[in-house]
């Protein structure tokens, strides 16, 4: 759900969240691994981007090549030249690192698969049918967004044998990651940092809060 949509074609959008996708094998990867070697993984593959995102703006060679083999899914701020900018692929890794490092593994898995998945449908409803803003988007993209969250917290509800109260703080983690993916570009924030970092401190505080009440902490759950 970005202005820069306008950029690429519908097409290349579609080819450019495919690849937004395929990060769902970092959560999948993360819960089957110690979380030390996840943890390990994920800042070997966010250096590895880093460097790939420099070369490619200060070496012509590999800039060259990288517009060759991707440039059609970059957005117009990722392949100017005058500013440094980083990837989304980058923003993404770097998300997942800070999630999975930070916040329990139920709360950080749940964040980044909804940074996933609801940020993929999102943009592609809210590119194809949003006509009424909302924020800096367009309202059927948040409305989308949000209800997608639900569902990625259903699916970890279920899945895991979650308490209800993961049920509750999900649901209002997304309403909130929603809002905050709405509004990245007044609030100057890559949303790939803004939506599961708002996310995960919304279902820890509240999971905090209502274990403090008596209720079943979710956030151990899942080792």
């Not at 209800?147 to 509800?157: H, K, R, S």
């Not at 008596?214 to 759950?221: E, L």
Request: with cysteine; proline share 4%.
């Amino acid at each position: 759900m970005s202005d820069d949509n306008t950029q690429i074609t519908y097409g290349n959008e579609l080819a450019r969240k495919a690849i937004h996708i395929a990060s769902l094998g970092i959560p999948i990867i993360y819960l089957q691994v110690p979380h030390t070697f996840g943890i390990g993984l994920l800042v070997a593959m966010t250096i590895t981007s880093l460097a790939i995102d420099v070369l490619m703006h200060y070496h012509e060679p590999t800039r060259a090549l990288m517009m060759k083999l991707v440039g059609a899914l970059l957005r117009q701020h990722e392949k100017q030249t005058e500013h440094f900018r980083l990837t989304g692929a980058s923003w993404v890794l770097i998300a997942a690192t800070v999630t999975m490092f930070v916040f329990p593994t139920s709360i950080a898995v749940t964040a980044f698969t909804i940074l996933i998945v609801s940020d993929t449908f999102a943009a592609l409803v809210g590119r194809r049918y949003g006509k009424r803003r909302f924020l800096d988007k367009s309202f059927v993209g948040a409305v989308t967004f949000i209800a997608t969250g639900v569902g990625v917290v259903l699916f970890y509800w279920v899945v895991y044998d979650l308490p209800l109260t993961f049920v509750l703080c999900g649901t209002i983690g997304s309403l909130v990651g929603g809002i905050m993916e709405a509004g990245s570009i007044s609030l100057k924030v890559d949303d790939n940092i803004s939506v599961p970092t708002s996310i995960g401190i919304v279902m820890w505080l509240l999971d905090i809060l209502f274990t403090s009440l008596g209720y079943p902490s979710f956030s151990g759950v899942i080792p």
